[in-house]
């Protein structure tokens, strides 16, 4: 197997040459050592045996002596270096299986890494670039769901084997992980012959598969990427990963890496790049204000997470929250997110001028957090450590963390109360919209989502709806926020249907924390915070007053 691929791999694999090399240069000095091993029996014991004994030994004697002098030593070696032709042996199967995947029989990830770096040098001595296709099946998952494992595997073998026939002795093949496969080509002529045949290979996995007595037919989805001899295996498999993605949402199903898919976090590679954003603490959090829709005063803030990408900038929730999720992460960034948000509770409180009640601060909380057998306890930590006044604190939860695991959630929100901390239902109006939640939970805060507000004062029934909300909050002392408020028009009317605070680009975006430093030492006395008339009119020019240029977030 391992001669096999050698003759059709064109970029020799070094581990496996290099553990076959060292096997021959210990099998020679084995067969160097027994060869001395006769040599000095025979220069220095032989003659003197002779000596000594020639008068005495029989001539039968002495060939026998000869013999078994000679004899011994050749017999052990040879009986070494069966030993060790087995070990040998051994050695290479181990290499073998650990170089290649079980059930394609093809080079695996840990192989495709080898050849990738000998095949970037090898296109650079033609002075080409390297080409390195990423394929993905479309569509795998439901043939495992409707034929069953077994034919799942089958498949991917015969996948396997009609890529490997398509790439001849030019191109080499690799199945990467499940239904992902990569093809390497350092022999390719311009980057317009790589691209056709990005496509042949679309076709080529498009023709059905006779399996039994099925017919079966899939799709694939192709990425390539470029790289040459100064490239980076891992960086050129990560483009050719996201131009993959790209390449899903086209129509021939084919896309050429570009720098503007660099940002696109793929399942291949999010995880490692959010470990390593974790470990460099590039992930950061920014503090959107809440204000009284009477006066626009700030009263709290909403900690949002960014991610501050060296190569991208500031990144937001949306692009990289669900791989966070998926991948776990989500739970060391959350308790990062809980230290921060606490220490910066305390700061502001301590910076609060004297008779003015401290910014209260909400933090977010995935589903996936609260399972967690520690999630109280992290909480806590972060708390005690900061010190902060836990009246201040909110944790921000979705309906959907509420019927995920109920039991789990239930007895963690217990937890979270005995800690002091209060709850806040966020994007109401986006779920199940069930107002028993409010009750048997103990919120605090309701936060009705942004996409309310664009029907708000056209359509009767839903401002019914919504009026009954605010009514229903306030007759069970839960205090009510509008989120995405984007026009001052929209205050007027919140107020009329009874909504106390609210959130959005009209006031502020997300900001940094030393600009919300600037806000809590410069707030108004709070005699100046009555509400005001004026302000459910137009506050448009007030809410610039009292929240200065905070339309737009300097990094957000
Ligand atoms: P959310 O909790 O509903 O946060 C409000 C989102 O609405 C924020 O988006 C905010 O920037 C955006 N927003 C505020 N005002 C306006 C407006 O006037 N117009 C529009 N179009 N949008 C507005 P962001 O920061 O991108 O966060 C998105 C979501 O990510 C959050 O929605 C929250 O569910 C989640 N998230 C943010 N930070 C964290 C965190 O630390 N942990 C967890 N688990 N989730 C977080
Ligand atoms: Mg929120
Ligand atoms: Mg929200």
């Known amino acids: 197997m391992a001669r096999r691929d050698r003759d059709s791999n064109p970029y020799v694999v070094n581990e496996l040459v290099e553990s076959e090399h060292?096997?021959?240069?210990?099998?020679?000095?084995?067969?160097?050592?027994?060869?001395?091993?006769?040599?000095?029996?025979?220069?220095?014991?032989?003659p003197d045996q002779l000596l000594e004994r020639a008068e005495t030994i029989k001539p039968l004697n002495v060939n026998g002596v000869i013999s078994l002098l000679v004899v011994v030593p050749l017999g052990a070696s040879a009986f070494a270096i069966r030993r060790y032709r087995d070990a040998v042996g051994a050695q290479r199967e181990l290499t073998r299986l650990s170089l290649h995947d079980a059930l394609t029989g093809?080079?695996?990830?840990?192989?495709?890494?080898?050849?990738?770096?000998?095949?970037?040098?090898?296109?650079?001595?033609?002075?080409?670039?390297?080409?390195?296709?990423?394929?993905?099946?479309?569509?795998?998952?439901?043939?495992?769901?409707?034929?069953?494992?077994?034919?799942?595997?089958q498949l991917m073998v015969a996948v396997g084997a009609r890529l490997r026939h398509s790439c001849g002795t030019d191109r080499w093949v690799a199945r990467y992980a499940g239904d992902e496969f990569v093809i390497v080509?350092?022999?390719?002529?311009?980057?317009?012959?790589?691209?056709?045949?990005?496509?042949?290979?679309?076709?080529?996995?498009e023709q059905p598969f006779a399996l039994g007595e099925d017919r079966i037919s899939i799709s694939a989805s192709v990425g390539l990427?470029?790289?040459?001899?100064?490239?980076?295996?891992?960086?050129?498999?990560?483009?050719?990963?996201?131009?993959?993605?790209?390449?899903?949402?086209g129509d021939d199903r084919t896309?050429?890496?570009?720098?503007?898919?660099?940002?696109?976090?793929?399942?291949?590679?999010?995880?490692?790049?959010?470990?390593?954003?974790?470990?460099k603490g590039e992930f950061k959090l920014l503090y959107q204000p809440i204000v009284s829709l009477r006066n626009s005063q700030i009263v709290g803030v909403e900690a949002l997470l960014r991610w501050d990408d060296p190569t991208r900038g500031i990144v937001t929730p949306a692009d990289f929250l669900p791989a966070l999720e998926d991948t776990g992460l989500i739970v060391p960034v959350g308790r990062s997110v809980f230290r921060e948000g606490c220490r910066q509770a305390r700061r502001w409180a301590e910076m609060t001028p004297d008779g003015q009640t401290p910014l209260r601060v909400t933090m977010n909380v995935s589903p996936r957090q609260i399972v967690q057998v520690d999630f109280a306890e992290d909480l806590g930590?972060?708390?005690?450590?900061?010190?902060?006044?836990?009246?201040?604190?909110?944790?921000?939860?979705?309906?959907?963390?509420?019927?995920?695991?109920?039991?789990?959630?239930?007895?963690?929100?217990?937890?979270?109360?005995?800690?002091?901390?209060?709850?806040?239902?966020d994007d109401f109006g986006t779920g199940f919209s069930s107002l028993t939640h409010l009750r048997s939970f103990d919120f605090e805060l309701l936060k009705i989502d942004g996409s309310y507000l664009s029907t708000l004062g056209s359509d009767g029934k839903d401002d019914a709806i919504v009026r009954h909300v605010f009514s229903l909050a306030r007759a069970l002392g839960i205090a009510t926020v509008a989120e995405g408020i984007s026009e001052s028009p929209q205050?007027?009317?919140?107020?009329?249907?009874?909504?106390?605070?609210?959130?959005?680009?009209?006031?502020?975006?997300?900001?940094?924390?030393?600009i919300i430093d600037n806000l809590v030492q410069k707030r108004l006395g709070p005699e100046s915070q009555a509400p005001k008339e004026s302000a459910t009119s137009d506050s448009?020019?007030?809410a610039t007053v009292l929240l200065p240029n905070l339309r737009r977030s300097p990094i957000g």
């Not at 490239?231 to 899903?248: F, G, I, T």
């Open 22 to 46: 060292r096997a021959g240069v210990d099998l020679a000095w084995i067969v160097a050592f027994g060869v001395a091993l006769c040599v000095l029996a025979i220069a220095f014991t032989l």
């Open 106 to 153: 093809l080079p695996n990830r840990r192989h495709l890494r080898a050849v990738l770096a000998s095949a970037f040098s090898h296109a650079w001595r033609n002075n080409t670039k390297a080409a390195v296709f990423f394929i993905d099946l479309d569509g795998f998952k439901g043939v495992n769901d409707t034929y069953g494992h077994e034919v799942g595997d």
């Open 185 to 205: 080509d350092a022999a390719q002529q311009t980057p317009e012959h790589s691209r056709r045949f990005a496509g042949e290979i679309v076709s080529l996995i």
């Open 225 to 249: 990427a470029f790289a040459d001899v100064t490239s980076d295996p891992d960086d050129v498999l990560r483009d050719a990963d996201a131009a993959m993605y790209e390449a899903k949402n």
């Open 255 to 279: 896309a050429t890496y570009n720098e503007s898919m660099r940002a696109r976090l793929t399942p291949a590679t999010a995880e490692r790049r959010l470990q390593e954003a974790l470990v």
């Open 381 to 425: 930590s972060a708390l005690a450590e900061s010190g902060a006044d836990p009246s201040l604190l909110y944790l921000e939860l979705t309906e959907a963390s509420l019927i995920s695991d109920p039991r789990a959630t239930w007895s963690a929100l217990e937890n979270v109360r005995d800690l002091g901390i209060g709850l806040a239902l």
């Open 491 to 514: 205050i007027g009317l919140l107020i009329e249907l009874g909504c106390e605070l609210g959130q959005g680009f009209h006031f502020a975006e997300p900001q940094p924390a030393t």
């Open 540 to 542: 448009d020019e007030e």
